[in-house]
């Protein structure tokens, strides 16, 4: 199946400052590629996806941005609150329609 | 927007024991459902592919006969967990996809067996 590689692990921001998170995929195939955030012990939250005919979309601080060549894409959050703290996931969905997880992030906004 | 309930939110089983993990879509019909297990701090892995009326699909390493997917209808896919062990414990995820919302996520059940 697809292998989605994420980086870092952990992130840590001063608030204010920009957080950007990278994605990679194995798989050419795939086409649609959302951006979860986790807060612990829920369910993942859809905060922006990108489909494989788009290079960048943005949506108020949030953009997700997409090289299809290189089969990776990115997310960067600007201007960072206290509340963006959480674990954040890529993911990238197949031909087969199956959606696979990054390793995830943890990203920890510092007041 | 579409949404997907998940039942029970937490159980806690003896070793041995099965349990089963519901999965309805509420306002929409999900002709497919998809089964992720989270482990403390790690990704949310697939386990399987429901498809209403026909067998699941299982990723490599997920065992079919302890893992049993059942979805007979549009709208309920059920996980059951059969006999059960500590190292099964465990964050069980369902999402459904929906053609207009794309993927929802049902609450989660955490698993303990003990």
């Known amino acids: 199946g697809e292998n989605v590689e994420q980086h870092p692990s952990t992130l840590s921001v001063q608030e204010g400052d920009s957080a950007v998170i990278k994605c990679t995929y194995s798989?050419?195939?795939?086409?649609?590629f959302p951006w979860y955030k986790q807060e612990l012990g829920k369910r993942p939250q859809l905060i922006i996806d990108?489909?494989?005919?788009?290079g960048e979309k943005k949506d108020q601080r949030i953009a997700v941005t997409l090289n299809k060549t290189a089969k990776h894409f990115s997310l960067h959050i600007t201007e960072t609150q206290p509340e963006d703290s959480a674990v954040y996931f890529c993911a990238a969905q197949t031909g087969a329609n199956n959606l696979f997880f990054g390793t995830g992030t943890r990203l920890t906004v510092i007041p | 927007g579409a949404v997907v309930s998940q039942h029970p939110s937490w159980v806690i089983c003896k070793s041995g024991t099965s349990v089963k993990i519901e999965c309805r879509s509420l306002d929409f019909q999900a002709t497919t459902m998809f089964w992720y297990r989270q482990f403390p701090k790690q990704s949310l892995m697939l386990m399987a592919t429901s498809n209403e009326g026909s067998k699941a699909t299982y990723e490599q390493g997920v065992e079919k006969d302890k893992f049993l997917i059942n979805h007979a209808s549009l709208t309920l896919s059920t996980l059951t967990v059969t006999s059960a062990h500590p190292e099964d414990s465990s964050f069980y995820i369902c999402?459904?996809?929906?053609?207009?919302?794309?993927?929802?996520f049902g609450s989660g059940t955490r698993l303990t067996v003990v």
């Open positions: 999402s459904a996809q929906d053609s207009l919302y794309g993927y929802t």
């Open positions: 990108i489909r494989s005919n788009v």
């Open positions: 798989d050419s195939a795939s086409n649609y």
